[in-house]
Nanobody, 116 residues
Framework: QLVESGGGLVRPGGSLRLSCTAS????????ITWVRQAPGKGLEWVST????????YYADSVKGRGTVSKDNAKDTLYLQMDSLKSEDTAVYYC???????????WGQGTQVTVSS
C-alpha cells in the first residue's frame, strides 16, 4: 500500500530525493515515518511527518540535511537528502499510520548507496 522510489548510487556529498506514494488510501491525517536499515544493523528512525498539520521531526543524524515535503495532488511524500555521507547507505522505508508511534503500513524499501 506504500511504494518507495528514488534510491540509487550517489557519491558522497550528493543528493537524492526519495518518494513514498500511497495506494488504496490517502495521506490525510497520517503520520508518515521514514526509517532506514544499514547493512548488518537494525532499523533507525529518520523522520516523521504528520499530514494533518505538516509537523515534521528529524533524527539528529539527518537534521539539516534531510527535508520532507508532500505533494497533496499525488498523495506522495518526499525525503530530500543532501550532503550524503557513506553512513547514509541503507535501505530506506516509509511507513504510515493514523496513530502516533505506530507504523502499520510499510513500503518495500528503496536502496540508497553512498560511495565514491
Amino acid at each position: 500500500q506504500l511504494v518507495e522510489s528514488g534510491g540509487g548510487l550517489v557519491r558522497p556529498g550528493g543528493s537524492l530525493r526519495l518518494s513514498c506514494t500511497a495506494s488504496r488510501f490517502t495521506f490525510s491525517s497520517y503520520y508518515i515515518t521514514w526509517v532506514r536499515q544499514a547493512p548488518g544493523k537494525g532499523l533507525e528512525w529518520v523522520s516523521t511527518f504528520y499530514t494533518g498539520d505538516g509537523s515534521t521531526y528529524y533524527a539528529d543524524s539527518v537534521k539539516g540535511r534531510g527535508t520532507v515535503s508532500k505533494d497533496n495532488a499525488k498523495d506522495t511524500l518526499y525525503l530530500q537528502m543532501d550532503s550524503l555521507k557513506s553512513e547514509d547507505t541503507a535501505v530506506y522505508y516509509c511507513a504510515a499510520d493514523p496513530l502516533y508511534g505506530s507504523c502499520n503500513y510499510w513500503g518495500q524499501g528503496t536502496q540508497v548507496t553512498v560511495s565514491s
